[in-house]
C-alpha cells in the first residue's frame, strides 16, 4: 500500500505535465475547457451549413463569402459583450448566467435554422445570432484564461492558450468527418437540429465557473459604481494608445484583412473536382489532426522564440506554401501523377501545420499585452480587431472573386485570385519591427 500511493501521485503528475500541459487540475479548469471543446464540436455543421447556402439557397461564391463576413460580427463587439457582463450582473453573478444565455440562445437558433429558414434574410439572421452566442460565451472564458495568463511566465502562459486551443482543435476533430459522412445520409436541415445539443452543454457547465457574488450593498451603489464603463474605457483607451501595444495590433490587423479565396475554393472543389460531403469531411478530419500537429510543434520547439521571430519567418513560408494551391487549380497536379484528392489533402495537411504555428503566437501575443486590471476587456477588445480583419479578409475576398469573374461553373480565373490573395499575406512585412523583440511583459517590467 504504501507503494501504490507515489505510483498515484507520480501517475497525476504524468496527467498534469502531459495532458493539461502543465495546468492545474480544477472544476473551472474543466469547464472552461468543455466550453472551448464544444466551439470545436460545433464545426459538425460546418459543411452543412456551407451546402446549405450554396445549395439550397442557391448562393453565388461572392455571396456566400458576403454572408460569411457579415455573420461573423458578433465577433467584432466582443468588448460589447464584455462590458455588458462585467456592469450587468445577474441574479448577482456577471459569468455563469451569460454562460446559461449564450448556450440557450444557441440551442434555439440551431432547431430554428433546421425547421423554419428557407431564405437568404433569414439564414443571415440565424446565423448572426448563432455566431453571437458562441462570441459571449467565448468573451467569458477568455476573460478567465487571459487572469491565468497574465500571473504567470511567458512559457506558461503558452502552455495554458495551447491547452485551450488545443481542445477546441480536438473538439473539431472529433466530428469532422463525422460532419462529411453525415451529410451524405441525412439533410442539412437534421444536421443543424442535431448541433442544436451542443449549446446546452455550455449552459450546464456554468456551475462549475469559479465565481462570487458581488457586493450585497451593489443596490446601494451610485450609477457610476454600479456600471464603470466610462472610466473603464478609458483606462482601456489610455492603454491601447501606447505604442507598446497599438503597432502590434495595427500589424497583425494588416496580415490578417488581405483577402482570401475560402468561399471561391469551396465552390470549386465541390462544382470543378467534384468532391462530395465525405470526402470534404476527411479533409476536415486530416486538418484537424494537423492543427493539433501544428499546436504540438509550437508548444514543443517554439513557444519561446520572439514573436517578431517566429511571426516573420510563418508569414514568408505560410505565402509559399499556399502558393500550391495553384496546382490544384490549373490542374497541372494531374500533370505529374498526383490525384486530385491525394493532392488536396497532403496541401491541406501543410497548409493547417503552419497555420497553426502562425495563429498560437498571435493568441499568447494578445495575452502578454494586456496590463494589469482591465486583461479581460482589454484582450476582447484584441480579438475583436483581430476578428474585423477576418472580416474585412472576407468582404474584400467577395469582391475580388465578383471582380475576376470567378462564379458556381466559371473558374478561368480563380488563378489569378489565388496568386493575389497569398502575395497580399507580405503586405505588412516591412513593418515587422512594430512587434515587441521580446517578452512585452519583460519590456514592461
Known amino acids: 500500500m504504501t507503494v501504490a500511493f507515489p505510483r498515484l501521485s507520480q501517475i497525476k503528475d504524468t496527467f498534469v505535465d502531459t495532458l493539461l500541459l502543465g495546468n492545474k487540475s480544477t472544476p ?27 445549395e439550397d439557397l442557391g ?22 459583450f464584455g462590458f455588458i457582463s462585467d ?20 440551442s434555439v437558433v440551431w432547431i430554428i435554422l433546421g425547421t423554419i429558414v428557407d431564405d437568404p434574410w433569414s439564414a443571415t439572421v440565424s446565423l448572426l445570432l ?10 467569458i472564458v477568455d476573460s478567465l484564461v487571459v487572469e491565468r495568463a497574465r500571473k504567470e511566465s511567458l512559457g506558461k502562459a503558452g502552455s495554458l492558450q495551447s491547452l485551450t486551443w488545443g481542445t477546441s482543435t480536438l473538439g473539431g476533430l472529433i466530428t469532422a468527418y ?3 459522412w453525415l451529410l451524405k445520409h441525412l439533410s442539412n436541415q437534421t444536421i443543424f437540429v442535431i448541433t442544436a445539443v451542443f449549446p446546452l452543454i455550455v449552459a450546464m457547465v456554468a456551475g462549475l465557473i469559479t465565481e462570487k457574488s458581488v457586493d450585497q450593498n451593489y443596490a446601494n451603489k451610485t450609477a457610476s459604481e454600479k456600471f464603470p464603463i466610462k472610466q473603464h474605457s478609458q483606462k ?5 494608445k501606447q505604442k507598446s501595444i497599438l503597432f ?3 500589424f497583425i490587423f494588416i496580415w490578417q484583412a488581405t483577402p482570401n479565396a475560402d468561399s471561391a475554393f469551396f465552390f470549386f472543389t465541390t462544382n470543378e473536382l467534384g468532391f462530395g460531403p465525405e470526402f470534404l469531411g476527411l479533409v476536415r478530419l486530416v486538418t484537424s489532426v494537423a492543427a493539433l500537429v501544428g499546436i504540438g510543434l509550437y508548444q514543443k520547439f517554439l513557444k519561446t522564440v520572439s514573436f517578431r521571430r517566429i511571426l516573420g519567418f510563418s508569414i514568408v513560408i505560410s505565402s509559399g506554401l499556399g502558393m500550391t494551391m495553384l496546382l490544384l487549380v490549373t490542374h497541372a497536379n494531374r500533370v505529374i501523377g498526383i490525384n486530385d484528392r491525394w493532392f488536396s489533402l497532403g496541401d491541406s495537411l501543410i497548409l493547417t501545420v503552419m497555420g497553426e504555428i502562425t495563429f498560437m503566437p498571435i493568441l499568447v501575443l494578445s495575452a502578454r499585452l494586456c496590463p494589469k486590471g482591465i486583461e479581460a476587456t482589454l484582450f476582447a477588445l484584441l480579438m475583436s480587431i483581430l476578428n474585423l480583419s477576418g472580416l474585412i479578409s472576407h468582404e474584400l475576398g467577395a469582391l475580388l472573386t465578383q471582380w475576376l469573374r470567378v462564379t458556381q461553373t466559371n473558374f478561368d480565373n480563380l488563378w489569378i485570385l489565388v496568386i493575389i490573395t497569398n502575395l497580399s499575406t507580405l503586405l505588412p512585412l516591412p513593418f515587422l519591427g512594430w512587434l515587441p523583440a521580446t517578452d512585452p511583459q519583460t519590456e514592461e517590467l
Do not use: C, H
Not at 448577482?92 to 444557441?106: D, E, N
Not at 482601456?236 to 491601447?240: D, E, G, I
Open 28 to 54: 473551472e479548469l474543466w469547464g472552461i475547457l468543455t466550453v472551448y471543446f464544444v466551439q470545436g464540436i460545433l464545426g459538425l455543421a460546418r459543411l452543412a451549413t456551407s451546402f446549405f447556402l450554396k
Open 59 to 80: 448562393l453565388n461564391p461572392a455571396q456566400m463569402s458576403a454572408l460569411t463576413g457579415i455573420a461573423a460580427l458578433p465577433w467584432v463587439i466582443k468588448p460589447v
Open 87 to 106: 456592469s450587468l450582473p445577474i441574479f448577482g453573478y456577471r459569468r455563469r448566467p451569460y454562460l446559461i444565455l449564450s448556450g440557450l440562445l444557441g
Open 130 to 139: 448563432i455566431s453571437l452566442s458562441v462570441a459571449i460565451s467565448d468573451v
Open 178 to 180: 463525422l460532419s462529411g
Open 236 to 240: 482601456v483607451w489610455k492603454a491601447f
Open 248 to 250: 502590434p495590433v495595427v
